[in-house]
């Protein structure tokens, strides 16, 4: 896939995507999974990123927002620490 998650910016520990939440809406029926990079090592991680995935009336797969990918990307521009805002 050539997708890289980068070390921790904070301890250069091993960073992993974990799934956070399940989600779906039910019109259209859509996934809602919300996603999360984060350090087994520190415990620092970022927001959870929500996914906005359906299929239109042709059964296209649309894909609004890809949580997982959002996750890693701002993981690996190191802006997207958990504030707990
Ligand atoms: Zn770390």
């Known amino acids: 896939m050539g997708i890289k998650i980068k070390p921790c910016p904070f301890c250069g520990g091993e960073a992993t995507l974990t799934k956070v939440t399940n989600g779906f809406m039910h019109d259209p029926v859509t996934i809602t999974n919300t996603y999360r990079v984060g350090c087994k090592q520190c415990g620092i991680y970022t927001k959870a990123y929500e996914s906005k995935i359906w299929q239109d009336k042709y059964g296209v797969v649309q894909i609004e927002a890809n949580g997982a990918m959002d996750a ?14």
């Open 72 to 85: 890693i990307d701002a993981w690996n521009r190191r802006d997207g620490e958990n504030h707990d805002d």
